[in-house]
């Protein structure tokens, strides 16, 4: 849990701010932190209360000053496994606020199963709103990143699951429409073929097709069942 309530740490920044005021012309303007959660259908970038509760506290202390305070979370292990950030930076609303939108979401759009916002943007998604950003990723940086997934590539398969990804589910559909439409193709084509030469198969490489996409998902479901019985 990320709780920035602690005295030690309330006094660190008010130091820190009132140095950087002597030495810097930037102010702070935010706080980050992680979500380093197993890689699911959905970002892990959202708020959770705490992290309101500490945006909230921030916010209150440093928007009467002009300075607007926000909260950025980055999710480790979904930019380790697509090997650039992911992260989403947020703001809260005041604690009377009320949307003339019930079913309105952080970023804007409406959903209307409760079970479906809290999966997508935890239990207080009504609570806070997503800002726009962008990023400036150095090629050190990248270079970086590339090192430590290369380097660490056992951590990199108990810590990610790159199957649940969003992207790589629509590319198993469409691996899978493709292979279908093959097989249709051949099925037509050994319809008319075996009128005149006898059984005809086509599908050979096909077969190797589908039993290499079943075979990835065996080992997915295969590196879930143990990661759930190692870290469960």
Sequence with gaps: RVIADDENVINYMIQLGDSNETTKKEKFCGWYHTHPFDVDVYSQCFLSSTDISTQLQWKRAEDPHGNPWLAIVID???????????????????????????????????????????????????????????????????STLSLLKNKFLWQNTLSSSPHLDPDAQDELIDKIAILNKSFEINRKNEIGLSMFRGTVDNNSNNHQIANSIASDQCKCCISQLAKKLIFS
């Design 76 to 142: 480790p292990l979904r930019s380790f496994a697509k090997g650039k950030p992911e992260l989403a930076a947020f703001r809260v609303f005041p604690p009377e606020y009320s949307s003339s939108n019930p079913d309105e979401t952080p970023d804007g759009s409406t959903i209307h199963e409760d079970k479906l916002r809290i999966e997508k943007w935890g239990a207080c998604w009504d609570r806070y709103y997503k800002l726009d950003t962008s990023y400036y990723m150095s090629s050190l940086a990248q």
